[in-house]
């Protein structure tokens, strides 16, 4: 029987979250002198570098731009060992941050948080929790921000019969933190993505057998990752100045930006050239440091495809292996692209089979293994890399009840909206980080949106608490129906919006299909900008 404690006494603001942005929030409004609680299901800080503890988790973004700016001193005194740094090392440096902080005070861990509900006569929300040991406590709190990832919410597909295997099933995003031993064992992973691709790669010289199950082949760009020394480190410090103010103004939240030349100026030899010099670099470059019209115009997108393809082909033995692994129904850049370290190797291996679900898809889970409709795959484990229910499903899986108990779970399940990304009309002092139309939710470095999103709320609810009376901030209907106007503007010419990903939603039956990022970090940051030197017009303080 689960226990029912008394209410927790009544803060300030309640964050939902502890990763980069939770405790970046928590530090922020601690600054104000409020009273602040963070809740976490985990039972560690670090929010995804806690959960995304398969084998080969690792960033994509350089470990340069992947981390705090608020500190000279967390700059000066935290050493990063590699350019693209593995899961271990950045939830070393998020807990580093937590205690050299002091914010683990304020942040209850192993918590579920399972309601909030705007309670209008006292201007303050009413949010539940539950803890893993089945305690339900309830707080009182003015203002509520979630912080709860943009890629957060596993999706698990509706596999007939895995209740019966008998062996392990794991998602990528709950994989225990003891690890799993898969030395000699049958090993079946189903998906492609990102998560798929590192997992695969790393787990593929230690298992018997290696079964990958794909439904839609990927591009990917070959990861070069130096380890850092002293000199190094030192030539990235002296850089951080420069670097702290080039992330905000990028087309992407990196310190790199698109090639200023127009595609049809370049002659192709020239075109040649900085495509070999930008997949040489062994970083997301070759996406976001390239010619911006492969966004936008299918012919110049062809031409990056073909260059892709062609490199990828080169590295597998097998030309129908090959063919099975090229993409062919959507262009490079416009679904998520992750970077690889011997990945398209992996298929020459003799113990490696890969699956093409088109050509014989999945029908059950049996006891020993995956059924399909060409036969059997026994398996000893079967590891899900099958994604997320991105930007709103680690909201709509909390029971979120707004102005006259609107749930933005049905609210989102009608009509996706948000106003900036940073609260949703109808839901009073509810502020929201990655969340949809705005970059962090796809089209951003994580940690510079992150923050410039805590900031942003941190600087309307500090301007709301100094006008005399107010108790409320709430975006507009017709703020939030101008920014969606502009965001689906902007969204619309790309050649993202005509591709089935999770950044169109497409990976989730009955998910509204719309681009769920804004696209322009730069932009997104000098309208956010505008809006607060204008007095939070659009959102209305009452």
Request: contains cysteine; aromatic residues 10%; hydrophobic residues 35%.
């Given at each position: ?101 002091d914010l683990r005070r304020d942040i209850t861990l192993s918590t579920r948080v399972t309601s909030a509900v705007w309670k209008p006569a006292d201007a303050r ?89 794909q439904r839609t082949p990927n591009y990917a760009i070959p990861m070069r990752n130096p380890k850092y020394g002293d000199a190094d480190r030192a030539a990235m ?178 009509d996706i909206r948000t106003a900036m990304g940073l609260q949703v009309h109808g839901f009073p002092n509810l502020f929201t980080t990655s969340a949809p139309f ?105």
């Amino acid at each position: 029987m689960s226990e029912i404690s008394s209410p927790l006494p009544p803060v300030d603001a309640v964050v939902i979250g502890a990763g980069f942005a939770g405790l970046y929030q928590l530090y922020r409004l601690r600054e104000q002198g409020l009273k602040v609680r963070v809740f976490d299901t985990a039972s560690g800080v670090g929010g995804t570098w806690y959960w995304n503890c398969y084998p080969g988790a690792r960033t994509d973004s350089p470990s340069h731009v992947y981390q705090y700016w608020f500190s000279d001193e967390l700059l000066a005194k935290w050493d990063w060992k590699e350019r693209f740094p593995a899961q271990a090392e950045t939830e070393r440096y998020l807990n580093h941050v937590a205690d050299k902080f002091d914010l683990r005070r304020d942040i209850t861990l192993s918590t579920r948080v399972t309601s909030a509900v705007w309670k209008p006569a006292d201007a303050r929300w009413t949010v539940s929790t539950e803890a893993s040991d089945g305690k339900h406590e309830t707080v009182s709190t003015q203002f509520l921000i979630t912080c709860t990832g943009p890629v957060s919410a596993p999706v698990v597909p509706p596999f007939p019969g895995h209740e019966s295997f008998k062996g392990q099933i794991v998602h990528t995003a709950r994989w225990p933190k003891g690890g799993i031993d898969l030395r000699g064992k049958r090993v079946g992973v189903i998906g492609t993505g990102a998560t798929g691709i590192q997992v695969i790669q790393t787990i593929a010289p230690e298992v018997a057998e290696l079964t990958v199950f794909q439904r839609t082949p990927n591009y990917a760009i070959p990861m070069r990752n130096p380890k850092y020394g002293d000199a190094d480190r030192a030539a990235m410090r002296a850089g951080y100045p420069e670097t702290r103010k080039r992330v905000w103004d990028t087309f992407v939240g990196f310190d790199v930006d698109a090639d200023p030349r127009a595609y049809a100026d370049v002659t192709p030899e020239e075109r040649r050239a900085t495509l070999e010099r930008l997949w040489a670099d062994g970083s997301l470059n070759f996406w976001l440091s390239g010619f911006r019209e492969s966004f936008f115009d299918q012919a110049i997108n062809d031409e990056l495809s073909d260059f892709v393809r062609d490199k990828i082909r080169v590295r597998i033995h097998d030309p129908k292996i090959a063919a099975k692994l090229l993409p062919s129904d959507h262009g490079f850049g416009t679904k998520r692209v992750p970077l690889e370290n011997g990945y398209f190797e992996v298929y020459n291996r003799s113990n490696v089979r890969l699956i093409d679900l088109h050509e014989e898809p999945i029908t059950t889970i049996t006891r020993t293994g995956v059924r399909t409709s060409a036969g059997d795959y026994p398996l000893d484990v079967l590891i899900l890399a099958t994604g997320f229910d991105a930007s709103t499903g680690t909201l709509t899986r909390i029971d979120i009840r707004g102005r006259d108990g609107l749930s933005l779970k049905e609210h989102w399940g009608c009509d996706i909206r948000t106003a900036m990304g940073l609260q949703v009309h109808g839901f009073p002092n509810l502020f929201t980080t990655s969340a949809p139309f705005a970059p962090a939710a796809a089209f951003c470095n994580a940690p510079t949106c992150l923050q410039q999103q805590v900031d942003w709320i941190s600087d309307c609810i500090r301007y709301v608490r100094a006008q005399p009376g107010a108790k409320t901030v709430e975006a507009t209907r017709e703020f939030e129906a101008k920014w969606i106007a502009h965001h689906d503007e902007i969204a619309n010419l790309t050649l993202i919006s005509k591709t089935k990903s999770w950044y169109t939603g497409a990976n989730v039956e009955g998910k509204q299909h719309r681009v769920l990022g804004y696209l322009g970090v730069g932009n997104y940051r000098a309208a956010c900008e505008d809006v607060k030197a204008k007095a939070y017009e659009g959102f209305e303080i009452a």
